[in-house]
């Protein structure tokens, strides 16, 4: 493969990428539309780090592997952006300042203004709370029911961020938020027309959504909080004080959502592929079990216990290695730059497929086999630089990450202390639906077996 480790800004004389893999007319749309991060790390293995892909009338130039991985942290901020993606979903929610379609100086405000509600520190001080309340959500998860594994996760999910961060979870408007958020994704990403925006289903859907936003702002001003001793609204509603020109009233709106929005299909996700793999694996399920039963039975989950539960820990890391949730992030080149020889001009449209890295067989040991081990000593597969990215890259890494790999080891420790599980058709092969996050389809379906809590 190219030797990639070397780029340099501006123009120069370098060549276009190679071109991917494809057929006349339809170039490579039907391997993106059945398995996009398959056929993109078939494509890294024979072409490298950069190549352009066509498919119908789309051109993209994609950046994979552990070296793209190592430019995009150091040098992809000042090269690529994300707001000509984003200016559908932000004008969509007529939000000025949505996170992912801003840079430069307005971002990196806007970020400082989100860390703390979105923080690792800000999950693990509600550690004990969370369990209570997980163990709470699963009490009619009874033996002998079987459930198809990601919508379930996904409204388990949207309840425990709802009451961890809003005092209460979607209930009756879960719905919404799923056709909501799919449909305004799919579109913005090319995945579905525009005109789908404009359909009936997605447009009340949409308007439940941001009714629901409005009430809660209405009723936090209502009962005013500190930011202290309030939630993540009442956070905004001080917040916005200081801040009046980055949060008006449209980012207040997006900012009482966004937690229900940033999670219940990527953490969901996570959780959802996490439960097929060690039911795919009773041995590590058992190692994992013993683990957890023996720090349940010393008293409640705390940070200080958490943080001594390696088994979990490389569980939850070999999860989202394995089956990344973002394992493609779109941007548009902004300044020129040439990376593995390769130019990259102004407006080019990129695909950073940071996922890719995950399979790179000369990091990691047989890359498809779930093996939590290579995220222990001595292994530790995936600190090699570039190696592991799940989260995006540089400054618009995803904000929410910590607190999102505490919800999914906290829910996945609950989940396989509390109830014994086996999948529903034991035969079952995992296959995966990109809607377009990547998920388990819907023939995967576990059985609750027993009680064991």
Same mark, same amino acid.
């Given at each position: 493969?190219?030797?990639?480790?070397?780029? =340099?800004?501006?123009?120069?004389?370098?060549?276009?990428?190679?071109?991917? #893999?494809?057929?006349?007319?339809?170039?490579?749309?039907?391997?993106?539309?059945?398995?996009?991060?398959?056929?993109?790390? @078939?494509?890294?293995?024979?072409?490298?780090?950069?190549?352009?892909?066509?498919?119908?009338?789309?051109?993209?130039?994609?950046?994979?592997?552990?070296?793209?991985?190592?430019?995009?942290?150091?040098? *992809?901020?000042?090269?690529?952006?994300?707001?000509?993606?984003?200016?559908?979903?932000?004008? $969509?929610? $007529?939000? $000025?300042? +949505?996170?992912?379609?801003?840079?430069?100086?307005?971002?990196?405000?806007?970020?400082?203004?989100?860390?703390?509600?979105?923080?690792?520190?800000? %999950?693990?001080? @509600?550690?004990?709370?969370?369990?209570?309340?997980?163990?709470?959500?699963?009490?009619?998860? =009874?033996?002998?029911?079987?459930?198809?594994?990601?919508?379930?996760?996904?409204?388990?999910?949207?309840?425990?961020?709802?009451?961890?961060?809003?005092?209460?979870?979607? *209930?009756?408007?879960?719905?919404?938020?799923?056709?909501?958020?799919?449909?305004?994704?799919?579109?913005?990403?090319?995945?579905?027309?525009?005109?789908?925006?404009?359909?009936?289903?997605?447009?009340?859907?949409?308007?439940?959504?941001?009714?629901?936003?409005?009430?809660?702002?209405?009723?936090?001003?209502?009962?005013?909080?500190?930011?202290?001793?309030?939630?993540?609204?009442?956070?905004?509603?001080?917040?916005?004080?200081?801040?009046? #020109?980055?949060?008006? $009233?449209?980012?207040?709106?997006?900012?009482?959502?966004?937690?229900?929005?940033?999670?219940?299909?990527?953490?969901?996700?996570?959780?959802?592929?996490?439960? &097929?793999?060690?039911?795919?694996?009773p041995e590590t399920l058992a190692r994992l079990q013993t683990e957890?039963?023996?720090?349940?039975?010393?008293?409640?989950?705390?940070?200080?216990?958490?943080?001594?539960?390696?088994?979990?820990?490389?569980?939850?890391?070999?999860?989202?290695?394995?089956?990344?949730?973002?394992?493609?992030?779109?941007?548009?080149? %902004?300044?020129?730059?040439?990376?593995?020889?390769?130019?990259?001009?102004?407006?080019?449209?990129?695909?950073?497929?940071?996922?890719?890295?995950?399979?790179?067989?000369?990091? &990691?040991?047989?890359?498809?086999? +779930?093996?939590?081990?290579?995220?222990?000593?001595?292994?530790?597969?995936?600190?090699?630089?570039?190696?592991?990215?799940?989260?995006?890259? *540089?400054?618009?890494?995803?904000?929410?990450?910590?607190?999102?790999?505490?919800?999914?080891?906290?829910?996945?420790?609950?989940?396989?202390?509390?109830?014994?599980?086996?999948?529903?058709?034991?035969?079952?092969?995992?296959?995966?639906?990109?809607?377009?996050?990547?998920?388990?389809?819907?023939?995967?379906?576990?059985?609750?077996?027993?009680?064991?809590?």
């Amino acid at each position: 493969m190219t030797n990639a480790m070397t780029w =340099q800004s501006g123009l120069s004389q370098a060549p276009a990428p190679p071109l991917a #893999d494809g057929i006349p007319l339809l170039g490579s749309a039907l391997p993106l539309m059945n398995d996009p991060l398959t056929f993109l790390e @078939q494509q890294y293995l024979k072409h490298g780090p950069v190549f352009t892909v066509k498919a119908l009338n789309r051109r993209f130039t994609v950046l994979a592997g552990p070296e793209a991985n190592q430019f995009l942290t150091a040098a *992809g901020d000042a090269h690529l952006s994300g707001r000509y993606t984003w200016a559908t979903f932000a004008d $969509e929610i $007529e939000s $000025e300042y +949505f996170l992912a379609a801003i840079d430069g100086e307005p971002h990196s405000r806007m970020r400082k203004i989100l860390k703390k509600p979105y923080s690792r520190t800000a %999950i693990m001080e @509600q550690l004990p709370t969370a369990v209570t309340l997980t163990r709470t959500l699963l009490a009619d998860w =009874q033996p002998g029911a079987t459930f198809v594994v990601f919508p379930t996760i996904q409204r388990l999910i949207g309840e425990q961020i709802g009451r961890l961060l809003l005092g209460s979870g979607p *209930g009756d408007y879960f719905p919404d938020f799923v056709l909501f958020m799919r449909t305004l994704l799919n579109a913005v990403l090319g995945q579905w027309p525009k005109i789908s925006l404009r359909l009936p289903p997605y447009r009340r859907a949409k308007a439940r959504v941001m009714q629901l936003a409005a009430d809660m702002l209405a009723s936090h001003r209502a009962q005013p909080k500190s930011a202290d001793d309030g939630d993540l609204i009442d956070y905004l509603l001080a917040a916005s004080a200081d801040n009046p #020109d980055m949060l008006s $009233e449209p980012e207040l709106l997006i900012g009482a959502l966004g937690p229900y929005l940033a999670g219940i299909d990527t953490a969901a996700g996570t959780t959802s592929f996490l439960i &097929y793999a060690l039911l795919k694996q009773p041995e590590t399920l058992a190692r994992l079990q013993t683990e957890i039963d023996a720090v349940f039975a010393a008293g409640p989950l705390t940070a200080d216990r958490l943080r001594k539960m390696p088994i979990l820990h490389a569980t939850a890391q070999e999860t989202l290695r394995l089956y990344p949730v973002a394992p493609m992030v779109p941007r548009t080149v %902004i300044e020129p730059f040439t990376f593995a020889g390769c130019q990259l001009h102004a407006m080019e449209p990129v695909m950073a497929a940071t996922g890719v890295a995950h399979f790179d067989p000369r990091i &990691y040991r047989d890359p498809h086999r +779930f093996d939590i081990d290579r995220c222990l000593p001595p292994r530790q597969e995936t600190r090699q630089p570039g190696a592991f990215a799940p989260y995006g890259f *540089g400054a618009h890494t995803c904000a929410g990450a910590g607190f999102a790999e505490v919800l999914i080891m906290l829910t996945a420790a609950t989940l396989f202390h509390e109830l014994e599980f086996a999948l529903a058709d034991p035969a079952y092969q995992l296959r995966r639906t990109y809607s377009p996050s990547p998920a388990p389809d819907k023939h995967c379906r576990v059985r609750v077996v027993r009680r064991r809590g």
